[in-house]
């Protein structure tokens, strides 16, 4: 049975002033099995974050449902942890007091958050900024602490939506060695959303490429580098012809995407 | 000059206290030069010596201490009714949309208009003084208060939605803490304000206070006294406004950090 199941997800926005709407996102299909990892890659305004925010409960779809381990999803709950690309730390807790925050909300009792949190922070190496507010941190730390935030709370499925796009290349990649070394070691079920073709190729198991506006599923990748993955991988051969062929699928998306806005 | 430079630490003083020498020279010329008659204005050295002799033989402190409880009293019991009122505008729509009308109109209304009437109800006791400051500020504290929680950043309540938390949690582990640095800073304001009303309300049926010293000056011509009473107000707000400036900055390190 596969862990997530989109059906016919599609999302249609009111027009505004009596305009016509706007579909963001035509029906979707998508079925993930349990410990997949898989982005989802679309140029700028296809749909992505709309159909991951369905998945979060965020949003609600027009058409069409989502169902986590056959239970339909209708509003967001800790069985799907959320990364944002904006940086949502608490200001007023301190990065520990972040990682404990959904453990806290469940009534789970301090003794047992700091063994749970202890173990989150080592796993995403902020050893002795346990202390420290957000503010005081680079962009990459915060990003970490989101996600030991979100796996802390034992989600069934990690939802990212382009949670390293704010960051610089060097710290991007090295975030993307992070987070795919969590994976390998603790195995999760992820739905990970990016713009960034080398990134998808990288992280996934699967690549799902998405059309431009209104957006739908385009084609469907399997992966099937070996793991552990390491950067060089970026430069082997492999991965260059999965880049290419990629960068084909999403250059003519782009394309269509910069026509409709030059029309429109 | 170049626009929006910035000027460095030590001219920045040198400029901030020679306006401060530049005007009281100016007051000292005119007044010590015979430029303005004496009965209108008094000049700095008649001023302190007034001031002096308030201190020590009049017992002025027992109506300054008399006038900071009356501020801090009724700016409390203001912010007791108002900050909760608020959040409950900015958090829950349908609330707000039942207040919001009401408050907006009632901010308008002059609290030293007010004060005919809070004698009627309230007498000229300390209880009138009090609902004049509780008047003026609590419809201004629960509207700023709405505005800032209504505005709360919606990542990161969506953030704790998918971290399990229930609408209540996020009212209280987001809302509240998320805001709190603001509410602060909204009360420091009003505490500013709360200083203007005071006066007013001493200045009518009052016999006691820097207000009541104010107004009973005026009727002996005692210029230099006003004056002391003006300055002792400056003062006094500008330490409590120091005061709570730092307070806030020790009980929100998070938003300073």
Not at chain 2, 199 to 210: F, K, M, N, T
Request: aromatic residues 10%; positive net charge; proline residues 5%.
């Amino acid at each position: 049975m596969s862990k997530l199941l989109i059906e016919g997800v599609s999302r249609t926005f009111a027009g505004v002033r009596g305009g016509q709407p706007v579909k963001a996102l035509m029906p979707a299909d998508l079925a993930v099995a349990a410990n997949d990892f898989i982005t989802i890659l679309g140029p700028s305004g296809c749909g992505k974050s709309t159909l991951l925010r369905i998945v979060a409960g965020l949003e609600a779809p027009s058409t069409g449902r989502v169902l986590l381990d056959g239970k339909a999803v209708t509003r967001p709950g800790p069985d799907r942890g959320m990364v944002f690309q904006s940086y949502t730390l608490f200001p007023w807790l301190t990065v520990a007091q972040n990682i404990a925050f959904g453990l806290r909300e469940r009534g789970m009792a301090e003794k047992e958050r700091d063994g749970i949190v202890a173990s989150y922070v080592d796993l995403v190496g902020l050893k002795g900024f346990e202390n420290h507010w957000p503010k005081q941190l680079s962009g990459g730390m915060q990003q970490r602490t989101a996600i030991a935030r979100a796996l802390a709370n034992d989600p069934e499925i990690l939802l990212l939506d382009e949670p390293f796009g704010a960051l610089d290349n060097q710290t991007r990649g090295l975030m993307q060695e992070l987070l795919l070394g969590i994976w390998e070691r603790r195995k999760k079920t992820v739905l990970f959303v990016t713009h960034d073709i080398e990134e998808a190729i990288f992280m996934a198991s699967r690549v799902i490429v998405m059309s431009a506006r209104p957006g739908r599923i385009k084609s469907d990748v399997a992966i099937d580098l070996p793991h552990p993955r390491h950067y060089t991988l970026k430069t082997s051969p492999e991965f260059s012809d999965l880049k290419a062929r990629l960068t084909e699928d999403i250059r003519v998306e782009a394309m269509r995407t910069a026509q409709n806005m030059a029309v429109s | 000059m170049r626009p929006l430079h910035p000027v460095s630490p030590g001219i920045r003083t040198v400029l901030g206290i020679s306006f401060f020498v530049l005007f009281v020279a100016f007051w000292a010329w005119i007044t010590l030069g015979g430029h303005v008659n004496r009965i209108f204005l008094a000049d700095p050295l008649s001023m302190l010596r007034d001031g002096w002799r308030l201190l020590v033989e009049d017992r002025f402190w027992l109506d300054i201490l008399i006038t900071i409880w009356r501020v801090f009293g009724g700016f409390l019991l203001a912010s007791v009714v108002a900050v909760p009122i608020g959040i409950a505008m900015g958090a829950w729509k349908p609330v707000e949309a039942f207040l919001e009308p009401f408050v907006s109109f009632a901010r308008y209304l002059p609290a030293s208009a007010f004060i005919p009437l809070l004698i009627l109800w309230a007498g000229i006791g300390e209880l009138e003084k009090l609902l004049v400051i509780f008047v003026g500020s609590v419809f201004q504290i629960i509207l700023i208060v709405a505005v800032k929680v209504g505005s709360t950043r919606r990542d990161l309540v969506e953030a704790a939605y998918t971290l399990g938390s229930t609408n209540n949690g996020i009212v209280k582990r987001v809302i509240m803490p998320a805001n709190a640095p603001e509410i602060a800073e909204t009360l420091r304001l009003v505490l500013g304000w709360a200083w203007t009303y005071v006066i007013v309300a001493e200045l009518i049926g009052s016999s006691s206070g820097i207000g009541y010293m104010i107004i009973n000056s005026q009727s002996r011509l005692a210029t230099g006294q006003i004056i002391f009473g003006i300055i002792v107000i400056g003062l006094i707000g500008l330490l409590s406004d120091f005061a709570f400036k730092a307070f806030n900055r020790w009980l929100f390190p998070w938003s300073l950090a």
